[in-house]
T-cell receptor
Framework: GAVVSQHPSRVICKSGTSVKIECRSLDFQATTMFWYRQFPKQSLMLMAT?????????EQGVEKDKFLINHASLTLSTLTVTSAHPEDSSFYIC???????????FGEGSWLTVV | GESVGLHLPTLSVQEGDNSIINCAYS??????FIWYKQESGKGPQFIID?????DKRQGQRVTVLLNKTVKHLSLQIAATQPGDSAVYFCAENIKTSYDKVIFGPGTSLSVIP
């Protein structure tokens, strides 16, 4: 079964609104989670590394005020796309590192469509 | 954001043949490498991994080879099956002040029945 759960799997929102995507580790504690973005027929692009209890580390070119990441607990990280625009429409994928098993698990992704 | 390349190469293989998918990585600080399979509309699925202190690792029908000298990684799939059709990504764990996993450009594998 899935060990990393993303919710929602699909979401449609209006331009200018904000939308939150959740990433949960189901049976392990994840001090580190990663958020990726993927456009059709392209690779996964790392947006940011989410660290429990501290600020996320954003990759170059990713607007931290637009893509808000919160990792308030050891099993939950959230990505909020603020003031969404149609160009934010994409597949967003999270992953979580299980330090005990030294393994990284991926969620099933969330499709965001901004209309 | 960071990604190694933005275009998707393709590979077509006859069913039953072996497939070899290649990947070049760029960071000497990478200590861990992973191959993922991604089917349309889904998240990446772990296939096999290898640490930088190894040069070969085998799984069920898959083998990963690592050549640190030329920063090259390959995934070999034996007796390729139609269910192997997917996009395959190599990923590297880069150790800086924090660890992060960066994906390669991916290869689309099509298996011809």
């Amino acid at each position: 079964g899935a060990v990393v759960s993303q919710h929602p799997s699909r979401v449609i929102c209006k331009s200018g609104t904000s939308v939150k995507i959740e990433c949960r580790s189901l049976d392990f504690q994840a001090t580190t989670m990663f958020w990726y973005r993927q456009f059709p027929k392209q690779s996964l692009m790392l947006m940011a590394t989410s660290n429990e209890g501290s600020k996320a580390t954003y990759e170059q070119g990713v607007e931290k005020d637009k893509f808000l990441i919160n990792h308030a607990s050891l099993t939950l990280s959230t990505l909020t796309v603020t003031s969404a625009h149609p160009e934010d429409s994409s597949f967003y994928i999270c992953s979580a590192r299980d330090h005990r098993a030294d393994t990284i698990y991926f969620g099933e992704g969330s499709w965001l469509t901004v209309v | 954001g960071e990604s190694v390349g933005l275009h998707l190469p393709t590979l077509s293989v006859q069913e039953g043949d072996n497939s070899i998918i290649n990947c070049a990585y760029s960071n000497s600080a990478s200590d861990y490498f992973i191959w993922y399979k991604q089917e349309s509309g889904k998240g990446p699925q772990f296939i096999i991994d290898i640490r930088s202190n190894m040069d070969k690792r085998q799984g069920q029908r898959v083998t990963v080879l690592l050549n640190k000298t030329v920063k090259h990684l390959s995934l070999q799939i034996a007796a390729t099956q139609p269910g192997d059709s997917a996009v395959y990504f190599c990923a590297e764990n880069i150790k800086t002040s924090y660890d992060k996993v960066i994906f390669g450009p991916g290869t689309s594998l099509s298996v011809i029945p």
